[in-house]
């Protein structure tokens, strides 16, 4: 494990889907309310978009933390994309802790377009989250060889 | 030639166009290398290949669709298909790529010095006869006649079209074209290239046919060359498959006991009779 | 210079001073033996029968970088194979030590593959005789090779129970000893006369056989034949067979870019994966199981023979051993040579 | 145990038939105790059928590998149907397969083999090394018997049988059109006792496990070839663009592949145990495998392959699934 940097600012992607967190995101930028810069964000449709593959490239091209964030239950633009991401992302954390990747590195929230300080508080916890487990650095593409 | 032989040189691009349009266009590059001294040391001959490519993206194999005797660039047509050749078609003139070469083997012009000479083209396979003619009406007083049979779907699909006009404004070959589909004001044959090629008969006695094109036409254009009495030492192709070092090293592009990148591209049809694979 | 010997008191000091150089030699992890690099002599494991995957690996890298770049920039660097350093592959099997001999003939061929053989000049192979053959599946002698074979080694050691015999054939394998002269003690020309009986034993120990005479001139007569559809049945179309072979060579290229900076790289690939020969266009000139596994067959004992002279399989037996769903080669041979 | 002589006199019939094209079993293999895939395509060949404990390759695999050539001109498909001969874990994997609509029930034909147990063919050869004169396996009560050179050697059940047989649920098969023995009642359970030993680790000694294990990993592809389950015609490993995986072998990419792997197989593995059987670095590929069996289990009360008309665990869902780990 890396040791522990008080100044590691960590690198975090967030996947958002279009209709409530990235609009969740853009009120609580719009708002003006001040949240750390450490997330990179990448608008998809939906939640249910997240294939698990963009996790883990996520992971291994140097993030440190990744996020899922989607409508709420029932709230769905597409009626059931984020169910089928809960099932599929429950599982993913729950492997990835196995393999000894820590669980505050794989993040999923629900952020409707009208809870700009809710973004707020889930990007401090998971920053802190991150911050606190360290850089991301099991399975990140090494330029060992290179 | 190359001292490392993985290591490609950078080509400038001094002019581009398409040949062809739609999904699967066909475009022409006109390069030099960028570091003059390269010309020092190259030389190529009608038939040769390089491998293609950008570093970052990958290569492919592809011919060198001039002739050595044109003097100062080097020309490749290449048709859009995968990863590879859709990033090298984002490039226009002033751009840069990579290449290596030459690679494989080539057309015997030496040998076939006072023969008359036919070139059965479909399509982007007209890219490596090309160079064949644009050799033989350069040294034309070494060979006898030089007869042109080319065909694509579309008079749009057409190759180097103003080329052919050229052609046949100079005389100095007779160019017979033709296309799959009826089209309005076409003054050529319709059909497709192996009917034109019975249509034309060339004559076998003294003569080298050479041919590439889709592997149906192909087949069909060695099926009607011995019809006409061509004999399969008179009748050459070349081949294609998927290459990666170019060189006979990483092994996947074999037909039979033959690498298509070191034995070939260029074989003569009573070669490649021996070995089914090729045909696969 | 006389027959050395090496005392079995002294191989991990003999190890401590070949770690000045890059040593590689047979490790566990579990129950699988594989050469890797040792920094500490009791890393190695030498009372082993084959390693799991051949040492080649150390000559011809599953991956390995051609050349690096910046993203957008003209400038190539060439990897550097001489930053490796010298190289010692200590204990490996006569087999393994022939197939990099056979291996190097492709390296070499025509165009010199710069990478491969600049890592073979840097490499002195110690071999390790078979007292016994390592597995059921050996036939080496099939092919040309021997259990106490030397062909590509620069040194054989041979376990004569309290003590290693030790053979030095080559300029490499003198230089080498002359590194070794304060553990190196001389042995006597009776310990050669007994390892040449040790030999002959040993091969008489070696079960399984195949008469290879005619073969390479008769597949391809055989290509049309029925077999193939037969052999290649139950084939998963894995790459084990190609990646543990010590002479399965064939490789893809790839370009990587990590943040701007990106190399090319070369890495093993497998005639029996179906991609291997897929062009753009999505056509595939060997569509299935049974046109890769002739093919396999072919180049093997056919095309390689052809070209090099010698046919590109030692008898290590380890696509026997680990094939998921018993293919056999020696089985495919035997059809061939019924057929 | 399956009577041999029923079993060839069964497998001739069925390959009879007009609407059977193949019939997959297991035939002696080429040396000691192996067996191996038997592809028999006439009454004549169907002699050469056995089946013994040594008969561990999953055949359900060779259902969804063949190759869909384009048909010919003039040619007419191929329907008739495939005979496989299926243990209890391998008809869980047609099951699987029917599940996810990988063809309809009528495009083959099944001969379920009640079960006992298999060997681990790495802990016979280990026990019996060097044998080269083909051997035979027999269970006999709670003992294997092993032929051969003329003797006999008999070794305690536990002793040499597959890991994945000792928490066996279903010997006998799930689905079938004839059973070639009687049904063999459950003889083992699972209970996840390995997974909960792993779960307790610190992340780091987690990490470091598996990095030892992924690193030896040579990318070989055979346990996704091997798997049953693993039929993509376009598999995500094979794709150049988007390339997810890189085909350079580092810790990265090896552990990328692993993590896609295992978790193609969530909801989907049915524990055949293939993958981990054929890694020739011994990679514990199930130890991936069954956490993710474990928690679909536990969280969706869900288990691969036992019912045909259970929807696909990751394309459906329910309203209460569990979000407790949602912020």
Not at chain 2, 153 to 168: G, L, P, V, W
Not at chain 4, 29 to 47: H, L, N, S
Request: proline share 5%.
């Amino acid at each position: 494990m890396a040791e522990k940097n008080e100044d590691f600012e960590p690198n975090i992607v967030a996947f958002l889907c279009n209709w409530c967190s990235y609009a969740g995101a853009d009120l609580a930028g719009t708002s003006r309310i001040q949240y750390p810069s450490n997330v990179r964000v990448i608008r998809v449709m939906c939640s249910g978009r997240v294939n698990p593959l963009f996790v883990m490239n996520a992971l291994q091209q140097g993030a440190d933390g990744v996020l899922i964030s989607g409508c709420h239950p029932g709230d769905c633009h597409y009626m059931q994309g984020n169910y089928y991401a809960r099932r599929r992302f429950n599982l993913m954390r729950n492997f990835l802790e196995y393999l000894g990747v820590e669980p505050a590195r794989v993040r999923m929230s629900w952020v409707s377009a009208s809870e700009g300080a809710k973004w707020k508080e889930v990007i401090e916890e998971v920053t802190n989250g991150v911050k606190e487990v360290g850089p991301m650095d099991q399975f990140k593409r090494r330029q060992l060889n290179w | 030639m190359m001292k490392n032989p993985y290591i490609p040189y950078e080509v400038n691009i001094l002019d581009a166009w398409y040949e062809a349009p739609g999904e699967r266009c066909i475009k022409t590059f006109k390069v030099s290398f960028a570091d003059e001294k390269v010309w020092d040391t190259w030389s190529h001959l009608p038939g040769q290949c390089a491998m293609v490519g950008i570093p970052g993206v990958g290569e492919s194999m592809f011919c060198i669709s001039s002739s050595p005797t044109e003097k100062g660039y080097l020309r490749f047509s290449i048709m859009k298909a995968g990863k590879n050749t859709a990033s090298l078609h984002e490039l226009e003139a002033g751009d840069s790529f990579f290449i290596r070469g030459p690679l494989g083997n080539n057309f015997p012009m030496e040998e076939w010095k006072g023969k008359n000479i036919v070139t059965i083209g479909g399509g982007i396979g007209q890219a490596p006869l090309r160079p064949v003619i644009q050799w033989v009406r350069d040294n034309r007083g070494d060979y006898g006649e030089l007869e042109l049979v080319y065909g694509a779907r579309t008079s749009q699909d057409h190759c180097f079209k103003a080329e052919f006009e050229e052609i046949n404004q100079a005389g100095d070959c007779a160019c017979h074209l033709s296309i799959d589909v009826e089209e309005e004001e076409w003054p050529h044959f319709v059909g497709f290239v192996p009917s034109l090629l019975m249509e034309v008969a060339p004559k076998p006695d003294n003569a080298i046919a050479v041919t590439c094109g889709p592997p149906v036409m192909i087949n069909f254009v060695l099926q009607n060359l011995e019809k006409l009495g061509f004999a399969p030492e008179q009748v050459y192709t070349t081949l294609e498959n998927r290459m990666k070092c170019g060189i006979g090293k990483c092994g996947r592009c074999n037909v039979g006991h033959l690498y298509v990148c070191k034995d070939g591209p260029v074989f003569s049809y009573a070669q490649l009779k021996e070995i089914p694979e090729a045909f696969a | 210079m006389a027959v050395q010997k090496l005392s079995k008191d002294k191989v991990a000091e003999a190890l401590g001073e070949l770690c000045k150089f890059r040593l590689i030699a047979p490790a566990k992890s579990d129950d699988v033996v594989v050469f890797k690099r040792i920094d500490d002599p009791a890393e190695a494991y030498l009372e082993y029968g084959n390693s799991t995957i051949p040492p080649k690996k150390f000559a011809f890298p599953q991956t390995e970088t051609l050349f690096r770049f910046i993203k957008g920039s003209p400038e190539l660097t060439e990897a550097n194979v001489e930053e490796e350093g010298t190289t010692v592959i200590f204990g490996l099997r006569p087999c393994d030590a022939r197939a990099m001999a056979i291996v190097d003939k492709l390296f070499a061929w025509d165009y010199d593959d710069p990478y491969y053989l600049k890592r073979r000049e840097l490499t002195t192979l110690v071999g390790m005789a078979c007292i016994e053959p390592p597995s059921v599946n050996c036939f080496c002698t099939s092919l040309g090779g021997s259990p106490f074979g030397t062909e590509g080694l620069d040194i054989l050691l041979t376990d004569m129970g309290d003590y290693y015999l030790v053979q030095a054939f080559t300029d490499k394998g003198k230089k080498l000893e002359k590194t070794l002269s304060s553990q190196l003690e001389d042995g006597s020309a009776g310990d050669e006369k007994k390892a040449k009986e040790m030999a002959l034993a040993s091969e008489g120990k070696i079960r399984r056989s195949i008469d290879t005479d005619g073969v390479p001139e008769k597949l391809p007569d055989l290509w049309d034949n029925e077999l193939w559809q037969k052999v290649s049945a139950a084939c998963l179309g894995c790459g084990i067979c190609t990646f543990l072979c010590p002479t399965c060579h064939c490789f893809d290229i790839q370009d990587e870019v990590e943040e701007g900076e990106g190399r090319r790289c070369r890495m093993w690939d497998s005639c029996m994966f179906s991609e291997y020969t897929v062009h753009a266009s999505g056509h595939n000139p060997r569509p299935t199981r049974k046109e890769r596994t002739r093919n396999r067959v072919n180049h093997k004992y056919s095309y390689y023979p052809g070209r090099f002279d010698v046919i590109a399989c030692v008898g290590c037996g380890r696509c026997i051993n680990l094939c998921p769903v018993n293919i056999d080669i020696l089985d495919i041979l035997e059809q061939v040579v019924d057929a | 145990m399956v009577d041999v002589n029923k079993l060839r006199e069964t497998a001739k019939e069925v390959i009879s038939r007009e609407d059977v094209r193949e019939l997959i079993g297991y035939r002696p293999g080429t040396y000691g105790f192996r067996a191996r895939p038997a592809f028999v395509m006439g009454p004549d060949e169907a002699g050469e059928l056995i089946f013994t404990p040594a008969c561990v390759n999953n055949l359900a695999s060779y259902i969804v590998l063949e190759e869909k050539l384009p048909v010919k001109r003039g040619e007419e498909p191929d329907l008739r149907k495939v005979a496989v001969m299926v243990k209890g874990c391998d008809s869980r994997a047609l099951v699987q397969q029917m599940e996810e609509k990988a063809y309809e029930r009528d495009r083959i034909l099944v001969l379920g083999i009640p079960c006992t147990g298999v060997v681990d063919m790495a802990k016979v050869e280990a026990r019996f090394p060097n044998i080269l004169e083909l051997g035979e396996i027999a269970l006999e009560g709670d003992r294997f018997v092993l032929s051969f050179n003329g003797t006999k050697e008999e070794v305690a059940k536990e002793e040499l049988l597959a890991d994945k047989c000792k928490r066996c649920r279903y010997p006998t098969p799930l689905v079938y059109d004839e059973l070639l023995d009687s049904e063999v009642e459950r003889f083992a359970d699972d209970d996840y006792s390995d997974v909960e030993e792993m779960e307790k680790r610190a992340a780091e000694d987690k990490w470091a496990y598996w990095e030892e294990k992924f690193s030896r990993c040579i990318r070989c592809y055979s346990c996704r070839n091997v798997c049953p389950m693993c039929y993509c015609e376009d598999c995500v490993l094979d794709r150049l663009q988007p390339q997810w995986m890189r085909r350079s072998v580092d810790i990265s990419e090896n552990t990328a592949y692993h993590i896609s792997r295992a978790y193609h197989l969530a909801g989907r593995c049915i524990q055949c145990g293939e993958c981990q059987r054929v890694c020739p670095v011994d990679i514990p590929l199930m130890e991936l495998n069954r956490k993710f069996y474990k928690d679909v289990e536990e969280l969706y009360d869900y288990e691969p392959g036992t019912n045909v008309e259970n929807p696909p665990l990751l394309s459906t869902f329910k309203v209460e699934d569990r979000e407790d780990f949602i912020m």
